[in-house]
């Protein structure tokens, strides 16, 4: 299994809200750490990406450094 998975939240058939719940909702995956990334800015939607468990979020387009130190934040907290 991954030590953590970066989730692209906006995909053509399933989006990444599905896709969290699901892992979320799995015995072997549910406490994999996962990072959004994603061009939602909308409030409400943020929270929401929360709520189905997310660890942290990064906005589209990206900063690889950025997003490298979000990864190795929440690896060392597992």
Do not use: Q
Request: proline residues 5%; charged residues 35%.
């Amino acid at each position: 299994l991954p030590d953590i998975i970066v989730l692209d939240f906006l995909m053509p058939e399933m989006d990444g809200f599905e896709v969290c719940r699901r892992l979320k909702s799995d015995e072997a995956t549910k406490d994999i750490p996962i990072i959004a990334v994603t061009d939602i800015r909308e409030t409400e939607a943020i929270k929401k990406m929360y709520s189905c468990g997310i660890s942290d979020y990064i906005s589209k387009p990206f900063n690889s450094e950025e997003l490298a130190e979000k990864i190795k934040k929440h690896l060392s907290v597992e």
